[in-house]
Nanobody, 123 residues
Framework: VQLVESGGGLVQAGGSLRLSCAASDSTFNFKVMGWYRQAPGKERELVAAITSGGGSTHYADSVKDRFTISREKYKSSMEMQMDSLKPEDTGVYYC?????????????????WGQGIQVTVSS
């Protein structure tokens, strides 16, 4: 499945952005998905995840209460509302699969990544 991220940009600290992820086929709708980000000089990290039905979500401590991940059933898409943005949120954001065992989430081992979308937060 191909994943295309959109919605990034440049924003001042305290501002908001909304990211979108569109999938090329409907298998997306049956997978646990999430948003990852890679800050300059750092490893890619999982920042938010959501189950296939949208009933359970997970957030990294660094974005909790500021970011909201969402998806609509069978729409092959996913979004993330980012509020109260901080300069440390700067990075390239990717959507992709997430591992989930019913209790814990973890970054999935995936072979293919989209191009990602740049988010830059100025101070």
């Amino acid at each position: 499945v191909q994943l295309v991220e959109s919605g990034g940009g440049l924003v001042q600290a305290g501002g908001s952005l909304r990211l979108s992820c569109a999938a090329s086929d409907s298998t997306f709708n049956f997978k646990v998905m999430g948003w990852y980000r890679q800050a300059p000089g750092k490893e890619r990290e999982l920042v938010a995840a959501i189950t296939s039905g949208g009933g359970s979500t997970h957030y990294a401590d660094s974005v909790k209460d500021r970011f909201t991940i969402s998806r609509e059933k069978y729409k092959s898409s996913m979004e993330m509302q980012m509020d109260s943005l901080k300069p440390e949120d700067t990075g390239v954001y990717y959507c992709n699969e997430v591992g989930f065992d019913g209790r814990s989430y973890w970054p999935a081992h995936v072979d293919s990544w989209g191009q990602g979308i740049q988010v830059t937060v100025s101070s």
